[in-house]
């Protein structure tokens, strides 16, 4: 399933973006997630999303971030709010194939996107 991340770029500390990811074929029944990866660090889970817009969020994002989809328009999306210079990373969203219960695995996951790069300043 090929994806396409959009919505990146500069923001202060504070500030607000909202990412996007668009896929050409249909994927209103699976799961998709967002992971990030910062540089020296691991891909990790931020949040994901099923079929009924139930969702899951890593702690560190809970409360700021918000995953949503928008299934006529083959999009999900992802809310970032009041940012930290912590979440400067490589954003990635992606198709999950392992079920609700593997969704923070990245290996649960069987397509990606390029990626969008956030970047927060203090």
């Known amino acids: 399933v090929p994806l396409v991340e959009s919505g990146g770029g500069l923001v202060q500390a504070g500030g607000s973006l909202r990412l996007s990811c668009t896929s050409s074929v249909f994927f209103g029944s699976n799961i998709m997630g967002w992971f990030r990866e910062a540089p020296g660090k691991e891909r990790e889970f931020i949040a994901a999303?099923?079929?009924?817009?139930?969702?899951k969020y890593a702690d560190s994002v809970k409360g700021r971030f918000t995953i949503s989809r928008d299934n006529a328009r083959y999009t999900v999306y992802l809310q970032m709010n009041n940012l930290k210079p912590e979440d400067t990373a490589l954003y990635y969203c992606?198709?999950?194939?392992?079920?609700?219960?593997?969704?923070?695995?990245?290996?649960?996951?069987?397509?990606w996107g390029q990626g969008t790069q956030v970047t927060v300043s203090s």
């Open positions: 999303i099923d079929s009924s817009s139930s969702t």
């Open positions: 992606a198709r999950n194939v392992g079920g609700w219960e593997g969704t923070s695995r990245r290996s649960t996951y069987d397509s």
